[in-house]
């Protein structure tokens, strides 16, 4: 369960940077947070089920350090209060609307029309 969240968010850590998707500092460190703690749990449990008696104590505290260091990420990537940001629009000008228009409405009948056909037969039938 744990290798898959990390694979997840560090499969859309790498799909944001590959594709140039602007991500905002908050939401990046709390990506970062997940990842680092989801990839110390699989470590932590994969490395301890061997090596259980030796380095026990030595595996809790690092994986306590990993969630404060995750804790901290999370912390400080949520100390100001976040606002919702969306897309300028921008409008085309008129002109462009009123040639557009036409078209779609015309297709948009047509659309109707042949949903009629497909759908009277059926209205008709009792």
């Not at 990839?39 to 505290?61: D, K, M, Q």
């Amino acid at each position: 369960m744990e290798l898959s969240i990390a694979a997840v968010v560090v499969g859309v850590l790498l799909f944001t940077r590959y594709y140039d998707v602007q991500v905002i500092a908050a939401d990046r460190s709390l990506a970062v947070g997940f990842c680092l703690y989801s990839c110390f749990s699989v470590l932590n449990n994969t490395i301890l089920e061997h090596y259980l008696h030796r380095y026990g104590a030595l595996w809790n505290l690092l994986g306590m350090l990993a969630f404060l260091a995750s804790l901290l990420l999370w912390t400080w990537a949520l100390r100001k209060p976040q606002t919702e940001t969306g897309p300028e629009e921008t409008l085309l000008s008129p002109g462009i609307y009123q040639t557009v228009a036409p078209q779609v409405n015309l297709r948009l009948r047509s659309l109707n029309d042949q949903l009629c056909k497909i759908w009277k037969p059926e209205v008709t039938r009792q």
